[in-house]
């Protein structure tokens, strides 16, 4: 098969650049990338298409696509009022098969291949979704969320058994497990530190949550002796290069620096921080303490499916902080090729010889100055700030379509 169009490819100063060309794809792995006007017999795509790697979401919850937009609520009380009952419907692992295959056939329509997500307290539930995640195809990490405190009855197991679960996932075609205990809230130090040892030991990617409202991290110095939150998951041996932490809003500089020489990266969610009310993360600070700013969508809290809405909020948050925002082209990489760095997917979030076919067709209503040396506005601005979902022409995830606009 060849697609042919503006190749959306690596720039190691720009983040992304657009090159003319084509590519060509055989058992769903792009086997040549060639550049140039000359397009002949191509499958897909053409003068006028983008062609894109697959975005990369890197934190969201399976559980919560159906409740995405229960508004009004701080976190805490948007948990306990909507999440945890949605999350113990999964006690029903074929609903939980059911809800996947929806919430990822739904995230591949909005261009997402790849992600890392949450499933439930429920080790049959968080096998079904990997399960039905894999059947599609995309590339994922998804995680048993750990839990023995501070939640519904229903939702908290005890910690020895989580442990030994979490222990026995293990990966189903393109998908892997995440060691995943919720938060410091609703975990006691004996779960954190347990769920610091399967990662040791099973050498599973950590995700959780960090610092995203003022009223939690009370709450997590309340319940941990004064504790730093950051401090916290750091005696636990949670910090770890392969660790994605979410939100990392209310950091000190002392808790930068221990997650920035830990190699951690954090998930920047700034549309579920809008809709929460949260905060508004510091990139620049983050990113001189060189931790790595991971884009993620925060489904259900962030009500925005589409990585480019959170790519294009990340900017717009930055501008509203007083600083200069990244260009566009860093945006585009951050959610296609950074965020499959951040979180270990060498298969996937660039168009490359060898990796997998997860590629978009976009097709622009827009005049875009592709091409041009000295363009009057950035192409890639023009794309990330007018995007309309109803560019998306097509999802390919593998080589095979998985959604195309009619
Ligand atoms: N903190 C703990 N659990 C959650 C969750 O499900 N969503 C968000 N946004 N924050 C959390
Ligand atoms: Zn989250």
């Not at 909005?110 to 499933?119: H, K």
């Not at 998951?233 to 000190?252: E, T």
Request: with cysteine.
């Amino acid at each position: 098969m060849i697609v042919a169009g503006w190749l959306m490819l690596p720039d190691p100063h720009e983040g992304v650049c657009l090159k003319r060309g084509f590519l060509t794809v055989e058992h769903g792995v792009i086997r040549s990338v060639e550049f140039g006007e000359e397009i002949f017999m191509a499958d897909m795509g053409g003068e006028g298409t983008i062609v894109c790697p697959g975005f990369v979401d890197a934190h969201m919850h399976l559980p919560q696509v159906p409740v995405i937009g229960a508004d009004g609520m701080g976190l805490l009380q948007w948990l306990e009022r909507v999440v945890y009952p949605a999350e113990a419907s999964w006690a029903d692992p074929d609903l939980a098969a059911e809800a996947t295959d929806h919430a990822v056939r739904t995230l591949c329509s909005f261009g997402t291949t790849a992600f890392a997500g949450y499933a439930t307290v429920h080790f049959d539930a968080a096998k079904a979704a990997m399960r039905a995640a894999a059947e599609i195809g995309v590339r994922a990490l998804i995680g048993q969320v750990l839990m023995d405190r501070n939640a519904p009855e229903e939702l908290v197991r005890p910690a020895a058994q989580l442990l030994q679960e979490a222990a026995k996932h293990d990966q189903i075609g393109r998908v892997r497990p995440a060691v995943s205990p919720r938060f410091a809230i609703s975990c006691t130090p004996e779960l954190l530190a347990g769920a610091g040892k399967v990662a040791e030991t099973t050498g599973q990617f950590v995700q959780t949550h960090l610092s995203e409202t003022r009223d939690e991290c009370a709450k997590v110095r309340e319940l941990f002796d004064g504790l730093s939150y950051t401090e916290v998951y750091a005696r636990a041996g949670l910090l770890r290069r392969r660790c994605v932490l979410g939100h990392g809003i209310w950091l000190d500089d002392e808790e930068r620096r221990t997650i920035g020489a830990s190699g951690a990266a954090i998930a920047h969610c700034p549309t579920a921080n809008a809709f929460l009310g949260a905060g508004m993360m510091d990139l620049r600070r983050n990113v001189e303490a060189k931790i790595r700013p991971a884009p993620g969508s925060d489904i259900g809290a962030g009500p925005d499916r589409s990585m480019v809405r959170v790519a294009r909020a990340m900017l717009d948050v930055a501008r509203l902080r007083g600083e200069l925002a990244p260009p566009a082209s860093h945006a585009w990489w951050s959610i296609t090729g950074g965020n499959a760095s951040v979180l270990g997917f060498d298969d996937t979030g660039q168009i490359e010889q060898g990796r997998s076919a997860d590629l978009l067709l976009i097709e622009p209503d827009i005049e875009l100055e592709l091409g041009e040396d000295e363009p009057s506005i950035d192409p890639l601005g023009a794309l990330l700030y007018a995007w309309d979902d109803r560019w998306l022409k097509r999802t390919l995830v593998h080589g095979k379509t998985v959604y195309a606009s009619l």
